[in-house]
């Protein structure tokens, strides 16, 4: 009875320690996405989406590529970047809203064939599978150190 009392503590403290990593990594996700959408500001991507184009364009034919932004960021960026993007949309550019994006920007062929994802649930995502790890490693070791 001592050892099967001793054993469902010791489940008990397994679930909570989970439960509370889960509760942490959702806090962490969660503040990942939130800064992430605040750091890419309309000063941003007015100069992180043409720099991005200009180096596509010289690898790409700039006809074949569209950039997708938030229909936000489009209404307040597409007079700059209309601007500044001149050659490659008199070459047959493309920008268009996406209304799946919040924040950033997606890049890619105009067929789908490859693009890249820098809007702000894309890096989120990234950063927050690299912390995920580093917040289970810590776990680990708040674990050893509670015995």
Known sequence: MEKASEEAIVQAGRNMLLSFKDSLVAEL??????ETAKAESKAVLEKLVPETV????KNTEAGELSVLLSEKDLKDLEKSLT?????????GLEIKPDKTLTAG???GVNNGAAFYDY???????M??????PKVAALMKVAAKDAK
């Open 29 to 34: 996700d969660g503040l990942i996405q939130a």
């Open 127 to 132: 950063f927050a599978a690299y912390l995920n």
């Open 54 to 57: 200009k180096a596509w364009a």
């Open 119 to 125: 809007s702000a649930e894309a890096l989120a995502e």
């Open 83 to 91: 601007a500044s993007l001149k050659a490659e949309i008199s070459k």
């Open 105 to 107: 920007f997606r890049i």
